[in-house]
């Protein structure tokens, strides 16, 4: 089975630039989660959705960021516009969740190393 | 709110020998879920071992195992028989079952695990 991918793998853009992020999650799982990992801040979770609906974005950064969900087979996340700090890699997970309460294991795609020069 | 530490930022190990990696987590649930996920060079997070508080037995998966002290609060992973391809990042993760809409994954910052041939 195709685990979860995640495109492009590797962004190199120019300050000020949007960026979109795609990711379609492992095939019959309800979850999907954005994370952001950087040295400094390591491994923190951005948004999730559960059925294709946003369930939590508190850790969205700012309103540059935003993520969509339209089915169950795609996502994006998008940053507009974008600035160096946002250099980093961003990771997809998937899971199923089969209701509460909520033990679901993640599985994580490649990531996508973006960098904003 | 839940923490999770991982004192050691990097180790190294020869081959074939075995290793630890440590965790310590603190939270006053009493149920809940910790793994252990590994990244290697290539980014990619993968899952290497899932451990449910609820259960004594502690988690094994091939050359993998955890000592899970649950009064202690202590999560460490046991790598057996090191090899090369066991070189990677590793983190250790907590999760409480979620019964509402707040659902994430609390990851450490990291063990850098080198095997030397």
């Known amino acids: ?117 | 709110a839940q923490t999770v530490t991982q004192s050691q930022p990097e180790m190294s190990v020869q081959e074939a020998e075995t290793v630890t990696l440590s965790c310590t987590y603190d939270t006053s649930e009493n149920n809940y879920y910790l793994f252990w996920y590994k990244q290697p060079p290539s980014r990619q997070m993968i899952l290497v071992i899932r451990q449910e508080a609820y259960k004594q037995q502690n988690a094994t998966e091939n050359r993998f195992s955890v000592n899970f002290q649950k009064a202690a609060k202590s999560f460490s992973l046991k790598i057996s028989d090191s090899q090369l391809g066991d070189t990677a990042m590793y983190f250790c993760a907590f999760m409480k079952p979620s019964y509402s809409g707040t659902y994430k994954y609390i990851f450490g910052t990291g063990t850098r695990l080198k095997v030397l041939a």
């Open chain 1, 1 to 117: 089975d195709a685990g979860v991918i995640q495109s492009p793998r590797h962004e190199v853009t120019e300050m000020g630039q949007e960026v979109t992020l795609r990711c379609k999650p492992i095939s019959g799982h309800n979850s999907l989660f954005w994370y952001r990992q950087t040295m400094m801040r390591g491994l923190e979770l951005l948004i999730y959705f559960n059925n294709n609906v946003p369930i939590d974005d508190s850790g969205m950064p700012e309103d540059r960021f935003s993520a969509k969900m339209p089915n169950a087979s795609f996502s994006t996340l998008k940053i507009q516009p974008s600035e160096p700090r946002d250099s980093a890699v961003y990771f997809c997970a998937s899971s199923f969740s089969t209701g509460v309460p909520r033990t679901d294991t993640q599985y994580f795609g490649p990531g996508t190393r973006l960098t904003v020069l």
